[in-house]
């Protein structure tokens, strides 16, 4: 069972490379939580590399700019990756069967701040499902949107066994304190219609060789994944062979009985981690030095 632990301080002298989590681990959509800043700082200031992998649906440069914007400057860490980069570089270059075989016609379902995840890909936006040769999913249209929104169109893509590019497979995110489903949720109940769909982002492996990249990591052993979710942020690091730390703060706070600056039960959290088959190697309550 992992270790519980008060501070990221009990564990930072084991690693010289972190990969760190986003939203609900550094902000919450609107400002970084207390303690992120110095957190950083103190990482900085002893030597270690640090990448922020976020399941963002945008490509990477434009995440740094609004990781900027929200109050953590980019001095603080030394590499971006982001899903959507990861999606936007596969339509790109469309080097495997799934997507040199989508065509060229796309229907968005994603909200205006994501449009440039359409920019310099010699796509023609479509208004009807009926005119589109595939998908790109950045997520609900809106913050109050539920999945129900979306199953007729999706039964009608379906239909005409559409593809679906998934460039966040985050089921839900922890904005300003409350939860709302992301792209995956959509991707989820698109696939449960027995519709095709491209994952891209958290927990997949490609996601992770691109920080081992751009971080110069050699020895996997001395790289520590830190996130709020078993399913991606957990099982990605799992599925790559590094150590991982569970924020419980994030989107299980509820679920973990975890209340500002408390411990998280660990009677609650062990079920969880036993029900999920992914293995966190470190409980932190919130990302705090």
Known sequence: MP????????????????????????????????GVLDALERLNAAGKRIAILS?????AEAVAERVAEIGI???????????????????HRRDDPFHAALGRKVFHIGPPRDNGMLDGLDLEKVDRIADADFILNTGP?????????????????KARDLPMVCANPDLVVMHQNRLMICAGTLADLYERM?????????????VYERCFAALGVEDPRRVLAVGDSL????????????????VAGGIHSEEFGVREGEIPDRSRVRL??????????????????
Do not use: C, M
Not at 19 to 32: F, K, S
Not at 55 to 59: C, D, G
């Open 3 to 34: 270790d519980f632990i008060a501070g990221f301080r009990a564990v930072a002298d084991r690693y010289d490379f972190f990969i760190l989590d986003l939203w609900g681990v550094l902000h919450d959509g609107t400002a970084p939580f207390p």
């Open 231 to 246: 399913r991606t942020d957990i099982a990605g690091a799992n599925n790559v062979g590094i150590d991982a730390l569970l």
């Open 73 to 91: 400057p980019r001095r603080l860490y030394h590499a971006l990756v982001s899903s959507g980069e990861e999606a936007w570089q596969r339509l």
């Open 141 to 157: 249209w809106g913050w109050e949107e539920t999945p129900e929104n979306y199953e007729k169109r999706l039964a009608e893509a």
């Open 272 to 289: 969880a981690v036993d029900s999920s088959g992914h293995r966190p190697s470190y409980v932190l309550p919130h990302f705090v030095w």
């Open 55 to 59: 399941n963002a649906p945008r490509r």
């Open 194 to 206: 027995g519709g095709r769909v491209a994952w891209h982002g958290k927990p997949h492996r490609a």
